[in-house]
């Protein structure tokens, strides 16, 4: 099995920065994709940024320029820098992992997240 666990939320001022890290552990081989998303209170789960082994990223439209992904493939974990955070950032942002290999050439069925972490952007 794999596990995913999240760290770094917590309450910032609009303008401020925050990082948040996520570390995969279990029987890992490796992870193709790795990204975060967010889910705000009354709206839908939404992709933030994500991240291929390779380091070919994809982030939403609302977060480009402002959050950075990035990833170690050797420690399994990934991490988002956001800054200039705005009000409307605010929600749970939860880790995933899609594709994950337990050993080469043996996929994991489905993806993995973690249990979230809270970010809340406000005055």
């Known amino acids: 099995q794999v596990q995913l666990v999240e760290s770094g939320g917590g309450l910032v001022q609009p303008g401020g920065s925050l990082r948040l890290s996520c570390a995969a552990s279990?029987?890992?081989?490796?992870?193709?994709?790795m990204g975060w998303y967010r889910q705000a209170p009354a709206k839908q789960r939404e992709l933030v940024a994500a991240?291929?082994?390779?380091?070919?990223?994809n982030y939403a439209d609302s977060v480009k320029g402002r959050f950075t992904i990035s990833r170690d493939n050797a420690k399994n974990t990934v991490s988002l820098q956001m800054n200039s955070l705005k009000p409307e950032d605010t929600a749970v942002y939860y880790c995933?992992?899609?594709?994950?290999?337990?050993?080469?050439?043996?996929?994991?069925?489905?993806?993995?997240w973690g249990q979230g972490t809270q970010v809340t952007v406000s005055s």
């Open positions: 995933n992992a899609e594709r994950v290999e337990a050993q080469p050439k043996l996929w994991y069925e489905g993806d993995f």
């Open positions: 991240i291929t082994s390779g380091g070919s990223t």
């Open positions: 279990g029987s890992i081989f490796s992870i193709d994709y």
